[in-house]
C-alpha cells in the first residue's frame, strides 16, 4: 500500500505539472495576447470615463468655490503586484517585451489560481471571470479641493463643509456615477434616476448648474419636490406635473406644465389615459401638441 501511495502521488503530481504547462500555454497563446489587450481598452475605457466626469465638473464650478473630482486607482489590499500589472496592461500589447508577456502571464495566472483555491467547486468559467474581473482591483474615489490641496472626501472631511458643500458633494457624484453604469446600457435605453428633494440647501445658482449637469450626463430623471419647479436655462426641456388636494375630497388635481428652456407654459390637453378617451386621429397621429396618445414625448 506504500509503494501504491508512491506510486498514485507521483502521478498525481506528475498531471499537476501538465496541467500548469497547459494553463501556461493557453494563458501565453490565448489569454495574454486576447485577453489582455481586452483588458488594455477596458483600463483605457475606465480612465477616459473619469476624465470625462472631470471635465464636467470643472465646466460647472459651484457658486461657494468648491471644487471636486474623481479619481479611480488600484485598490491598497489588492492582488500581489497589482500596481506593476495595471501599469503594463495601460501600456500598448504591440510594444510588449518578452518579460512584461511573461509577467503579465504570471500575474493572470496567479489570480486564477488564487480564485479556484476559494472556490474549488465553481466552474472554469466562473473562476475565469471571477479572476479577470479589473473591476474589483480598482475603486472610485471623491476627492474635494481644501485650502489648495485636494483631499479624499471621506466621513472625516465631508463634515467639514456647509449643508450646501455637502449636499453637493453627494449629489454630484451621484450623477456621474448613474452615467458611468448606463454606458453599457443600449444606446435607446432609458438612463432613468428618481430624485426625491435632491436639491435642499442648494442655493439656485447652483441649482441650475446640477440640473444641467443631469442634460450634460445624459440622464432622465423623475424628481419630487415641494417647490423646485426645474425651470432653468440649463435645462432643455422638462414636463412639470403639479399636485394639489383639498380637505374632505378623495382626488388628486393634476395641473401639466412644459419648460422648453425659454419659458414655462401651461398644458390644458386632457391627460390621455382610461379617464380621457382618445379619438381614432389621436391614437394615429398624436394629439396634435408634440406628444403621442401616451403621453410621453415624441422625441
Known amino acids: ?50 476624465r470625462d466626469m472631470n471635465d464636467e465638473l470643472t465646466s460647472r464650478p459651484t457658486s461657494t468655490g468648491m471644487k471636486l473630482r474623481f479619481t479611480w486607482d488600484p485598490i491598497d489590499d489588492g492582488p ?6 495595471s501599469r503594463r496592461l495601460l501600456g500598448t500589447g504591440g510594444t510588449w ?6 509577467a503579465i502571464g504570471d500575474f493572470l495566472q496567479e489570480r486564477i489560481k488564487e480564485i479556484r483555491a476559494a472556490n474549488q467547486t465553481g466552474t472554469w468559467y466562473e473562476h475565469l471571470s471571477e ?13 474635494r479641493q481644501q485650502d489648495g490641496h485636494w483631499k479624499r472626501l471621506n466621513r472625516k472631511t465631508y463634515g467639514t463643509g456647509s449643508g450646501g458643500e455637502k449636499a453637493i458633494a453627494l449629489t454630484i457624484p451621484q450623477f456621474a456615477a448613474a452615467a458611468a453604469h448606463y454606458r453599457s446600457a443600449d444606446p435607446l435605453a432609458p438612463r432613468l434616476i428618481l430624485l426625491d428633494e435632491a436639491f435642499v440647501g442648494i442655493d439656485s445658482d447652483m441649482r441650475s ?29 422638462l414636463a412639470i406635473y403639479q399636485l394639489a388636494t383639498l380637505p374632505g375630497v378623495d ?49
Open 1 to 50: 500500500m506504500d509503494e501504491f501511495r508512491d506510486a498514485l502521488s507521483g502521478e498525481i503530481d506528475h498531471h499537476q505539472l501538465v496541467l500548469d504547462a497547459h494553463e501556461r500555454e493557453v494563458l501565453e497563446n490565448h489569454l495574454v495576447g486576447e485577453v489582455a489587450i481586452h483588458l488594455h481598452d477596458l483600463l483605457h475605457n475606465a480612465e477616459k470615463l473619469v
Open 80 to 85: 500581489s503586484g497589482l500596481l506593476e500589472a
Open 97 to 102: 517585451s518578452p518579460v512584461e508577456r511573461a
Open 131 to 143: 479572476a479577470l474581473d479589473y473591476r474589483k482591483w480598482h475603486h472610485f474615489g471623491v476627492d
Open 209 to 237: 448648474k446640477c440640473m444641467g449637469l443631469l442634460h450634460a450626463f445624459d440622464l432622465d430623471f423623475m424628481m419630487t419636490s415641494e417647490r423646485e419647479w426645474g425651470c432653468y436655462p440649463t435645462v432643455p426641456a
Open 251 to 299: 382626488a388628486v388635481g393634476v395641473t401639466r406644465w412644459v419648460w422648453n428652456g425659454r419659458e414655462r407654459l401651461r398644458d390644458d390637453q386632457p391627460l390621455p389615459g382610461p379617464f380621457a378617451p382618445e379619438t381614432a386621429a389621436q391614437s394615429e397621429h398624436g394629439n396634435g401638441n408634440g406628444e403621442t396618445a401616451n403621453g410621453f414625448p415624441n422625441a
